[in-house]
T-cell receptor, first 115, second 110 residues
Framework: DTAVSQTPKYLVTQMGNDKSIKCEQN?????MYWYKQDSKKFLKIMFS???????INETVPNRFSPKSPDKAHLNLHINSLELGDSAVYFC??????????????FGSGTQLSVL | RKEVEQDPGPFNVPEGATVAFNCTYS??????FFWYRQDCRKEPKLLMS???SGNEDGRFTAQLNRASQYISLLIRDSKLSDSATYLC???????????FGAGTRLFVKA
């Protein structure tokens, strides 16, 4: 069983469209995250939710809206897609939120290409 | 200046070689330290945590120098399967954010 699963794996779309990426974890973790990895391979946190509550909201355009219907799911909706949004988006989860030995479990990533 | 800095490499080494990666962090409030491994087109996976006393896991040894704000990873007897990007990861006190370095690329050749 996949611990952190995200869909779709690939997403190719036109500028201006709205798209969503879904993430689910079956690890029973309380905390979930969205990370963006750009073409230079730099992995940067976007959002974090702990028990459905938004904890971290980095300087991300408000076209990006995360939603956590329950602690096992964290979806990412992107409005009015731009060329610069092209990247790999990783969902992750962890249990010891705030703990010093928190281990992150990542999904396999969604490659978003905006044309 | 980035909060976590790594030599991007690439490091090209023959099988059996010993290779060391370095990482520096700028925020002295950083509390926890890790090395993650990322294979091409795959997700990052935890390789090992880094403790002040230094720790070893098989062929891998991690060291932390808090005074110099410096972390290292040593790989002995390199294998072809060690080829990957190694990400230095730092977590601040309070645990709200995990910061990833840009990674060091390693190629191990036969």
């Amino acid at each position: 069983d996949t611990a952190v699963s995200q869909t779709p794996k690939y997403l190719v779309t036109q500028m201006g469209n709205d798209k969503s990426i879904k993430c689910e974890q079956n690890l029973g973790h309380d905390t979930m995250y969205w990370y963006k990895q750009d073409s230079k391979k730099f992995l940067k946190i976007m959002f974090s939710y702990n028990n459905k509550e938004l904890i971290i909201n980095e300087t991300v355009p408000n076209r990006f809206s995360p939603k956590s219907p329950d602690k096992a799911h964290l979806n990412l909706h992107i409005n009015s897609l731009e060329l610069g949004d092209s990247a790999v988006y990783f969902c992750a989860s962890s249990q010891l939120y705030g703990g010093t030995n928190e281990k992150l479990f990542f999904g396999s990533g969604t490659q978003l290409s905006v044309l | 200046r980035k909060e976590v800095e790594q030599d991007p490499g690439p490091f090209n080494v023959p099988e059996g070689a010993t290779v060391a990666f370095n990482c520096t962090y700028s925020n002295s409030a950083s509390q926890s330290f890790f090395w993650y491994r990322q294979d091409c087109r795959k997700e990052p996976k935890l390789l090992m945590s880094v403790y002040s006393s230094g720790n070893e896991d098989g062929r891998f040894t991690a060291q932390l120098n808090r005074a110099s704000q410096y972390i290292s990873l040593l790989i002995r007897d390199s294998k072809l399967s060690d080829s990957a990007t190694y990400l230095c990861v730092v977590k601040r006190t309070g645990g709200f954010k995990t910061i990833f370095g840009a990674g060091t690329r390693l190629f191990v050749k036969a």
